[in-house]
């Protein structure tokens, strides 16, 4: 039965607003300290490396290793300085309870997962939930947590046909396997390995939200840049023993390591 607006039938097209679901991938941008001219000049390096990366991709500022970053002002100059830059900052992760009561008033989402991440609604609690706090007797036992819905299957994405330059080709749950040649300019980015089963001359991102246990296969190294759980090298890094070579890149205690596939 259709909703009635005044005993007048309201179709789906009139109505005002729509809810729905839909997941989108960030890309976590980890600040190892201050955002200072260091942290910005490795910045725009990566960014030069990779400059189709970036592009139209909501970022998450990971505040694990950032102790500094604690009042507003803090993180409304972090989000004018990547704005200058084009990118587009959308919230913090890892960040202390101070961290996301100052995020949060500066207009960030602070995403679950934070280390104690608590953000009231109306910023800094007052004095009387304070006290309230404070005369509250032994806390109750917390219902147990609903148990989470299983994840959706890994899903291997197969490309059959070359990749061009300008092309971003993303499996968002999985592994990527391509079967012809990626061309300088296109970039290939998965949650698990990538197999490229001819020359790679663009850019490969494995284990994108994390996972270090990811692998890239190619038949002919000669990639502009490599990377695996946000650690990375471009083509002026390789070693020449491995470029046009048959070769599987993984990490070992935390090091991007090349070798050849036998």
Same mark, same amino acid.
């Not at 971003?168 to 970039?187: H, K, Q, T, W, Y």
């Not at 083509?235 to 991007?256: K, N």
């Given at each position: 039965m259709?909703?009635?607006?005044?005993?007048?039938?309201?179709?789906?097209? *009139?109505?005002?607003? +729509?809810? &729905?679901?839909?997941?989108?991938?960030?890309?976590?941008?980890?600040?190892?300290?201050?955002?200072? $001219?260091?942290?910005? !000049?490795?910045? %725009?390096?990566?960014?030069?490396? $990779?400059?189709?990366?970036?592009v139209n991709a909501p970022l998450v500022i990971d505040l694990a290793e950032a102790p500094g970053l604690t009042e507003k002002a803090d993180f409304v100059k972090l989000v004018r300085d990547m704005r200058a830059r084009r990118l587009s900052v959308i919230g913090v992760q890892n960040g202390t309870a101070d961290q996301d009561i100052a995020a949060f008033g500066a207009g960030l /989402?602070?995403?679950? !997962?934070? &280390?104690? $991440?608590? /953000?009231?609604?109306?910023? +800094?609690?007052?004095k009387a939930e304070d006290a309230a706090e404070e005369t509250r007797g032994p806390k109750a036992r917390a219902p147990e947590p609903a148990q989470p819905e299983p994840e959706a299957a890994s899903a291997t994405i197969v490309v059959t046909e070359p990749v061009r330059s300008g092309q971003?080709?993303?499996? *968002?749950?999985?592994?990527?396997?391509?079967?012809?040649?990626?061309?300088?300019?296109? %970039?290939l980015i998965a949650h698990g390995n990538i197999h490229v089963y001819g020359?790679?001359?663009?850019?490969?991102?494995?284990?994108?939200?994390?996972?270090?246990?990811?692998?890239?296969?190619? +038949?002919?190294? %000669?990639?502009?840049?490599?990377a695996i759980a946000g650690l990375y090298q471009t083509? *002026?890094?390789?070693?020449?023993?491995?470029?046009?070579? &048959?070769? +599987?890149?993984?990490?070992?205690?935390?090091?991007?390591c090349f070798e050849p596939l036998k």
């Open positions: 259709n909703p009635e607006v005044d005993g007048s039938p309201v179709s789906v097209a *009139d109505r005002p607003l +729509q809810v &729905r679901g839909r997941s989108f991938t960030a890309v976590v941008l980890k600040l190892n300290g201050a955002a200072d $001219a260091g942290f910005y !000049g490795a910045l %725009e390096s990566l960014m030069r490396q $990779a400059p189709h990366f970036f /989402v602070c995403l679950q !997962g934070g &280390r104690d $991440a608590q /953000v009231p609604r109306g910023g +800094q609690p007052s971003r080709i993303f499996a *968002d749950r999985g592994d990527l396997i391509v079967m012809a040649p990626v061309s300088s300019g296109a %970039e020359p790679l001359r663009g850019r490969a991102l494995a284990g994108v939200n994390g996972d270090k246990t990811a692998r890239i296969f190619v +038949q002919s190294l %000669e990639a502009e840049l490599v083509s *002026d890094d390789l070693d020449p023993s491995v470029r046009r070579g &048959r070769v +599987q890149a993984f990490l070992r205690d935390d090091t991007l």
